[in-house]
């Protein structure tokens, strides 16, 4: 291969452009961006850089790059930013941007991420999403511009995390979530209530179990003054946070054979339908699982561009997914794959410890684990499942009289 174009200048993409250049890849390198910024550190966007006084942006963007000149230098690659890819041709092995620009290429790494779902209707100042730099630069001026009544929707972990930050701010937050409880198909329904009463513990009100009707401004102004739920309340709001979700950003993609569904579809080494295509990151299916994880995005490159450069499947991504979240001061940590039949197990700590360590198991197999503010545990968990060895074995039937089967203090 002569010349490898990176579609989408993000931390996978970043990734993919140093598992390049480490493979042995001395050609020609192109990377593409939508945003105008250079790769950058997503994870702090919703808690400790929307907490911080803004300052002068180019300067809080460069805080959050994940490379310097001396790297970009050693990467030797052509950025492409502010000018998003609108079309792949196949056929001609090119990738197409918006301003009419051909990017003639031997091989295609796809790393385009994700976008965030939005609410129908006419767009309102005090309304965003999360989801890039800019939007949390626009959403941080409304909170430090003296937004004090915010209501987040969607009660996620990004949700979460948005709500945690902005009560931080000392905000009357309110979190409208359109299920009966947030995050019950990735924790369960006891893991799930535990992380709800995160919520009420700081003084934030979760409402479940109703959607959003309409978002409400006074006649004749674009601002936002409430959000009307399906129930008929009204709550009243300075600000609104969307966050209901993302979709894989593979608009660009449609007309082109590369398979989608849900994502790039791809093998488990990121190999799509056309072996000159790869994918990593949030865009990317491998086999049935799309990550929207940052250690996704980290891992999943190396052996895309590994594929890639062999022009075949030669490696596979198969570490377990795992995820961390930070709200309220509590580290929140998930690891491995959860399975709506799996049981649930606490072996260290509990809700009125504030903090925990759990196992989900399934025929008596570890299948993933779960923690609140237990890192270290957490991570001998995390290193078994990747290893793929079983679970702790149950509490004996001869053990303490009158002992739950979640034996506090057990090391699996």
Same mark, same amino acid.
């Given at each position: 291969m002569r010349t490898v174009t990176i579609v989408g200048a993000s931390l996978a993409g970043l990734y993919a452009a140093r598992a390049l250049r480490s493979q042995g890849f001395d050609g020609r390198l192109v990377v593409i961006g939508a #945003?105008?910024?250079?790769?950058y550190d997503r994870p702090p966007l919703s808690k400790d850089f929307l907490a911080r006084e803004p300052g002068e942006p180019a300067a809080e963007a460069g805080a959050l790059a994940l490379s310097d000149a001396e790297e970009e230098a050693e990467l030797a690659a052509e950025w492409l930013l502010g000018t998003p890819a609108v079309g792949l041709d196949a056929a001609g092995r090119a990738v197409l941007l918006a301003d009419g620009r051909r990017i003639v290429t031997d091989g295609v790494v796809i790393a385009t991420g994700a976008v965030p779902r939005t609410l129908p209707g006419p767009p309102l100042n005090g309304v965003q999403t999360l989801r890039t730099l800019d939007d949390a630069l626009a959403l941080r001026a409304e909170l430090h511009a003296g937004a004090r009544q915010v209501v987040v929707i969607g009660g996620g972990f990004i949700g979460a995390e948005v709500a945690s930050t902005c009560?931080?701010?000392?905000?009357?937050?309110?979190?409208? #979530?359109?299920?009966?409880?947030?995050?019950?198909?990735?924790?369960?329904? *006891?893991?799930a209530e535990f992380c709800a009463r995160l919520h009420a513990d700081h003084r934030v009100r979760l409402l479940c179990g109703t959607g959003v009707k309409a978002l409400r401004a006074d006649a004749g102004e674009p601002r936002v003054?409430?959000? #009307?739920?399906?129930?008929?309340?009204?709550?009243?709001?300075?600000?609104?946070?969307?966050?209901?979700?993302?979709?894989?950003?593979?608009?660009?993609?449609?007309?082109?054979?590369?398979?989608?569904r849900d994502g790039v579809r791809c093998d488990e080494g990121g190999v799509s339908t056309l072996p000159q295509v790869v994918a990593a990151g949030d865009v990317a299916r491998y086999g049935e699982l799309r990550a929207e994880h940052w250690t996704s995005a980290t891992e999943q490159p190396a052996v895309a561009v590994r594929n890639l450069l062999a022009g075949?499947?030669?490696?596979?991504?198969?570490?377990?997914?795992?995820?961390?979240?930070?709200?309220?001061?509590?580290?929140?940590?998930?690891?491995?794959?959860?399975?709506?039949?799996?049981?649930?197990?606490?072996? #260290?700590?509990?809700? *009125? *410890?504030?903090?925990?360590?759990?196992v989900y198991e399934r025929d008596g197999e570890l299948t993933a684990a779960f923690a609140v503010n237990r890192p270290r545990p957490f991570m001998r968990l995390r290193r078994?499942?990747?290893?793929?060895?079983p679970a702790a074995p149950a509490v004996p039937a001869d053990g303490p009289a009158g002992a739950p089967a979640a034996v506090r203090g057990a090391t699996p």
């Open positions: #945003e105008r910024h250079r790769p009560a931080g701010l000392g905000a009357d937050v309110t979190i409208v #979530e359109a299920v009966p409880l947030p995050l019950v198909p990735q924790l369960g329904l *006891e893991m003054t409430g959000v #009307e739920l399906a129930d008929g309340r009204l709550l009243a709001a300075d600000a609104v946070i969307v966050g209901i979700g993302v979709r894989p950003a593979t608009d660009w993609l449609a007309p082109s054979p590369v398979a989608l075949t499947t030669v490696a596979r991504h198969t570490d377990p997914p795992y995820f961390w979240s930070d709200q309220y001061g509590s580290r929140i940590q998930l690891a491995g794959h959860r399975g709506p039949k799996d049981t649930v197990r606490i072996i #260290e700590g509990g809700p *009125e *410890e504030g903090s925990l360590l759990a078994r499942l990747s290893a793929g060895r």
